[in-house]
T-cell receptor
Framework: DAKTTQPTSMDCAEGRAANLPCNHS???????VYWYRQIHSQGPQYIIH???NNETNEMASLIITEDRKSSTLILPHATLRDTAVYYC????????????FGQGTELSVKP | NAGVMQNPRHLVRRRGQEARLRCSPM?????VYWYRQLPEEGLKFMVY????????ESGMPKERFSAEFPKEGPSILRIQQVVRGDSAAYFC??????????????FGDGTRLSIL
């Protein structure tokens, strides 16, 4: 299973972009990069995922390097409600693919 | 659209009792996953089911734990003879019919199980 490395914690000022990095140097060619977040005591919330190309949706953008060994999740205008633990996950690509959660990055958005 | 529904939200059991946790997937989803989050720890995969089939149970404890997803009705995670170490948040997720790695899993808000 591909492992991910994320910083333990990050701070971001409200209204600024939050850039959360993730290293996944052992990713296989057909494995997806997924991002989830967990706000205290709630279930994980799906944010975005991608394979090779950069992706954007209403929540965030995902930038994947050309060699696919790292990626960055971008929250363009962070709000206090974005304070959460963010998980970068490489999806195991067989029989539906369980999610293997690491420790994630604890993002604190400050006023 | 209703999301993944889990009930009960909170469940208290005494040691030795049985706990039954229910999960109704999102409409149109036929793949269900169960995860457990122990206090101050990350989420751990337990089991993956499709209708009437267990696909991957590599994360399930060998004893006392079982899961099902019948043709009709919700998925059930059953814990027999509960012990204090079973106290945790149990999350269910579902994905659509293809169940491939390209389809995201969507989570419910979990059941908090407390063992007295």
């Amino acid at each position: 299973d591909a492992k991910t490395t994320q910083p333990t914690s990050m701070d971001c000022a409200e209204g600024r972009a939050a850039n959360l990095p993730c290293n996944h140097s052992t990713i296989s060619g057909n494995e997806y990069v997924y991002w989830y977040r967990q706000i205290h005591s709630q279930g994980p919330q799906y944010i975005i995922h991608g394979l090779k190309n950069n992706e954007t949706n209403e929540m965030a953008s995902l930038i994947i390097t050309e060699d696919r060994k790292s990626s960055t999740l971008i929250l363009p205008h962070a709000t206090l409600r974005d304070t959460a633990v963010y998980y970068c996950i490489i999806r195991v690509n067989n029989q539906g693919g369980k999610l293997i959660f690491g420790q994630g990055t604890e993002l604190s958005v400050k006023p | 659209n209703a999301g993944v529904m889990q009930n009960p939200r909170h469940l208290v059991r005494r040691r030795g009792q049985e706990a039954r946790l229910r999960c109704s997937p999102m409409k149109g989803h036929s793949h269900v996953y169960w995860y457990r989050q122990l206090p101050e720890e990350g989420l751990k995969f337990m089991v993956y089911l499709q209708k009437e089939n267990i696909i991957d149970e590599s994360g399930m404890p060998k004893e006392r734990f079982s899961a099902e997803f019948p043709k009709e009705g919700p998925s059930i995670l059953r814990i027999q003879q509960v012990v204090r170490g079973d106290s945790a948040a149990y999350f269910c997720a579902s994905s659509d019919r293809t169940g491939t790695s390209s389809q995201p899993q969507h989570f419910g808000d979990g059941t908090r199980l407390s063992i007295l």
